[in-house]
């Protein structure tokens, strides 16, 4: 599905490791046969199907595809297995601080809990990087692609609420970060245009408007 977030996460690691694959779009409204055949538990994208088998949910596709092709490309997650382990935290801490709050009352405490968790970002940017532009250090690995997957949605909260979630004057490194990622050969042809995905999502806001109207 285009305009998701976590199907960016597995399109952006099969470039990194440069591996070819058939992409196919998903209908989320009325979903495939294969969708629920190879998701029955979420039902949802992104799957990968290797060898006929699926393998489901983005930030366990990402360690699949590592291990999968470990002779192919870049290593997405470090040798170390203690720098492993930091990664593997900071990808579920990603995942874990992607809050949408419904009510307004959500909504800011979901901007507030957003706020602190770039701070810590930044923080963890620091420490993971080691002085180079990325997570992975010299090259982006596993968190800079969980990170990464999120950056035009990001860019997106940017737009529409005139703000700058990475802002070079309070998170300079994730500012950079942000800068160096979209511009990989490897990245920038998949990043789904900024202005699309606002129209995606006003058009998604104005159906739930209307959903809620109507109940």
């Known amino acids: 599905m285009w305009a998701s977030p976590f199907v960016l996460r597995v399109r952006l690691a099969l470039s990194l490791k440069g591996v070819s694959y058939e992409y196919v779009e998903e209908d989320l409204k009325s979903k495939s046969e294969l969708l629920l055949k190879s998701n029955p538990v979420h039902t949802k994208v992104p799957v990968l199907i290797h060898n006929g088998e699926p ?7 990402l360690q699949y595809i590592d291990e999968a092709f470990a002779g192919i490309g870049p290593s997405l997650l470090p040798a170390d297995p203690h ?21 307004e009352e959500e909504k800011a405490e979901g901007a507030k809990q957003a706020a602190a968790a770039v701070e810590t970002l930044e923080g963890a940017l620091m420490e993971c990087s ?7 250090g010299d090259s982006a690995g596993y968190v800079d692609l969980m990170l990464g997957g999120l950056l035009p949605w990001i860019h997106v909260g940017d737009t529409m609420k005139s703000v700058k979630a990475f802002d070079p004057a309070t998170t300079p490194l994730l500012a950079a970060w942000a800068d160096s990622f979209g511009a990989l050969d490897a990245v920038e042809p998949f990043m789904p245009e900024v202005s699309k995905l606002v129209e995606f999502a006003m058009a998604m806001m104005s159906q739930a408007a209307a959903a809620t109207a109507t109940n």
């Open 130 to 136: 080691k002085g180079k532009p990325f997570f992975g």
């Open 55 to 61: 393998v489901c949910e983005s930030s366990v596709i």
């Open 83 to 103: 720098d492993r382990a930091v990664a593997r935290f900071w990808a579920s801490y990603i995942d874990d601080k992607s809050l949408n709050g419904k009510t």
